[in-house]
């Protein structure tokens, strides 16, 4: 073995033996399904106690890394597939098993969560939020959609603001109301009700077994197109590569826009990340959208949006004006379980057990 902890360095050792074997894990020199070293041997090795090394061993159960097995020891667990990587800057804290239902972000982890940020921030709580939403979530959502959606773009690129619903009226607003918008049939009913209420004719363009029928493409006079791709409600479609890539040659033909409502992604159990029409074209005609509601908590009534390059200076123009809605508390917090890695461990736990009840 190889392992080795500072006792001088700043960190916890737990938490440099945590790093170093979950650097092995990802990396494959620990092959899934092989028996980690006992917690006695390791110890004696380190040069530190048992209890530095359970410590170790627990995070890396409760993110998925590795299982204990009654009697047996720690194995390795990782699948490349099962999991989001947690940012490799986040200082990890075992979290308690949530005592609510599947999907439920645990309640001890965003109390703790809570205080923290009363504490940290003080009186910046009082202060009002900039338009587009504070710096600190903007660019923690940035960060995450960079390590989970393969979306790479400048925190000025996201907007903040309170839920998906909120959002469309804005991408009304801001593309237009003499356009006329295309919605999945069937799709969650709200979406047209929203694109109604805001005074745009709205089209519905029946679905196919892999996305929208290129024939309903074809005979639409939109030029925009609200579509999710991963698994739309309530028919479950996910779209293929090559409808996605339709989607993209449509928009382009049209000079028009697609909205990629990405609300169900992160609970995905497939074996790869579907890619987002956005990743396959950053500079395009993409706007792309997603909120906490189904990830943490229908309460929290945030969402955020990626606007393409081609229309920061159109939306800020337009409605660039408005306040932004949700409190600076909340983006705080948000942005305080990103950055610790909290939100991700939260949806591997969340991922592994689905896969579990799948066996």
Same mark, same amino acid.
């Given at each position: 073995?190889?392992?080795?902890?500072?006792?001088?360095? *700043?960190?916890?050792? %737990? &938490?440099? $033996? %945590?790093?170093?074997?979950?650097?092995?894990?990802?990396?494959? +020199? $620990?092959?899934?399904?092989?028996?980690?070293?006992?917690?006695?041997?390791?110890?004696?090795?380190?040069?530190?106690?048992?209890? =530095?090394?359970? !410590? *170790?061993?627990?995070?890396?159960?409760?993110?998925?890394?590795?299982?204990?097995?009654? @009697?047996?020891?720690?194995?390795?667990?990782?699948?490349?597939?099962?999991?989001?990587?947690?940012?490799?800057?986040?200082?990890?804290?075992?979290?308690? !098993?949530?005592?609510?239902?599947?999907?439920?972000?645990?309640?001890?982890?965003?109390?703790? =969560?809570? @205080?923290?940020?009363?504490?940290?921030?003080?009186?910046?709580?009082?202060?009002?939020?900039?338009? /587009?939403?504070?710096?600190?979530?903007?660019?923690?959502?940035? /960060?995450?959609?960079?390590?989970?959606?393969?979306?790479?773009?400048?925190? =000025?690129?996201?907007?903040?603001?309170?839920?998906?619903?909120? &959002?469309?009226?804005? +991408?009304?607003?801001?593309?237009?109301?003499? @356009? +006329?918008?295309?919605?999945?049939?069937?799709?969650?009913?709200?979406?047209?009700?929203?694109?109604?209420?805001?005074?745009?004719?709205?089209?519905?363009?029946?679905?196919?077994?892999?996305?929208?029928?290129? /024939?309903?493409?074809?005979?639409?006079?939109?030029?925009?197109?609200?579509?999710?791709?991963?698994?739309?409600?309530?028919?479950?479609?996910?779209?293929? *590569?090559?409808?996605?890539?339709?989607?993209?040659?449509? *928009?382009?033909?049209?000079?028009?826009?697609?909205?990629?409502?990405?609300?169900?992604?992160?609970?995905? $159990?497939?074996?790869?990340?579907?890619?987002? $029409?956005?990743?396959?074209?950053?500079?395009?005609?993409? +706007? %792309?959208?997603?909120?906490?509601?189904? =990830?943490?908590?229908?309460?929290?009534?945030?969402?955020?949006?990626?606007?393409?390059?081609?229309?920061?200076?159109?939306?800020?123009?337009?409605?660039?004006? %408005?306040?932004?809605?949700?409190?600076?508390?909340?983006?705080?917090?948000?942005?305080?379980?990103?950055?610790?890695?909290?939100?991700?461990?939260?949806?591997?736990?969340?991922?592994?057990?689905?896969?579990?009840?799948?066996?």
């Amino acid at each position: 073995m190889k392992y080795f902890v500072d006792r001088n360095a *700043a960190e916890s050792g %737990y &938490l440099q $033996l %945590y790093r170093q074997l979950r650097k092995d894990i990802v990396g494959g +020199i $620990l092959k899934t399904g092989s028996r980690l070293p006992s917690k006695r041997l390791l110890a004696d090795e380190i040069g530190m106690s048992v209890v =530095t090394v359970e !410590h *170790a061993y627990a995070i890396l159960c409760d993110e998925g890394y590795a299982e204990a097995r009654e @009697r047996s020891g720690y194995y390795v667990s990782f699948r490349a597939a099962d999991c989001f990587p947690v940012s490799e800057s986040a200082a990890p804290v075992a979290a308690a !098993h949530p005592h609510t239902y599947d999907g439920a972000f645990p309640y001890g982890v965003l109390a703790r =969560t809570m @205080r923290r940020v009363m504490s940290d921030y003080g009186e910046a709580l009082l202060v009002k939020s900039p338009n /587009d939403g504070c710096s600190e979530l903007r660019q923690a959502v940035a /960060d995450y959609l960079a390590r989970s959606r393969g979306i790479r773009v400048p925190s =000025t690129q996201v907007i903040v603001g309170s839920g998906a619903e909120y &959002l469309y009226g804005l +991408i009304v607003q801001m593309l237009g109301r003499n @356009r +006329i918008f295309a919605v999945e049939d069937p799709s969650y009913e709200k979406i047209r009700r929203v694109y109604d209420a805001n005074g745009v004719i709205c089209e519905r363009l029946r679905l196919g077994a892999d996305g929208v029928r290129t /024939d309903e493409l074809a005979r639409t006079r939109a030029s925009v197109l609200h579509v999710t791709p991963f698994h739309s409600f309530p028919s479950g479609i996910t779209a293929s *590569a090559s409808k996605r890539s339709e989607y993209l040659r449509w *928009a382009s033909q049209r000079g028009g826009y697609l909205v990629e409502d990405d609300f169900d992604s992160e609970f995905t $159990l497939s074996t790869k990340s579907e890619d987002t $029409l956005f990743s396959l074209q950053p500079d395009g005609p993409v +706007i %792309y959208l997603n909120t906490f509601s189904k =990830t943490i908590a229908p309460s929290i009534r945030v969402g955020y949006m990626v606007l393409p390059p081609n229309l920061l200076e159109q939306y800020h123009r337009k409605v660039g004006f %408005y306040s932004c809605p949700v409190p600076v508390f909340e983006q705080y917090l948000l942005s305080e379980l990103l950055r610790s890695g909290e939100f991700e461990r939260h949806i591997n736990r969340v991922r592994r057990s689905r896969r579990r009840q799948q066996r």
